[in-house]
Nanobody, 123 residues
């Protein structure tokens, strides 16, 4: 089992920045695909970003179009932690943000989820 705990959410003005953290425990996640998702009130949960191991220490990052160029996903394997740096935030980025982990070999079928952290962007 992998336990995931998100932190770093909060209230920020439009144009501001936040960095979300996802600390994993229970297993080393260096070879896991890791993703960030979000769910706004009244909307379905949506994909935000993912970072996938390519082997040999390389990773591939992917983003949904609406955050491309503003958000950056990264990971620190020594800390067993994944980050989501969010810049130039917009009110439409307001949501609960969730971290998720996919076991090696399962592509982006996410098996483990965190409890979420609230991000609110005021206009």
């Amino acid at each position: 089992q992998v336990q995931l705990v998100e932190s770093g959410g909060g209230l920020v003005q439009a144009g501001g920045s936040l960095r979300l953290s996802c600390a994993a425990s229970g297993r080393t996640i260096s070879s896991y695909a890791m993703g960030w998702f979000r769910q706004a009130p009244g909307k379905e949960r949506e994909f935000v970003a993912s970072i996938t191991s390519l082997g040999g220490g390389g990773y591939y990052a992917d983003y949904t179009n609406s955050v491309q160029g503003r958000f950056t996903i990264s990971r620190d394997n020594a800390k067993n932690t994944v980050y989501l740096q969010m810049n130039r935030l917009k009110p439409e980025d307001t949501a609960v943000y969730y971290c998720a982990a996919a076991e090696p070999g399962r592509g982006r079928t996410y098996d483990f989820w965190g409890q979420g952290t609230q991000v609110t962007v005021s206009s």
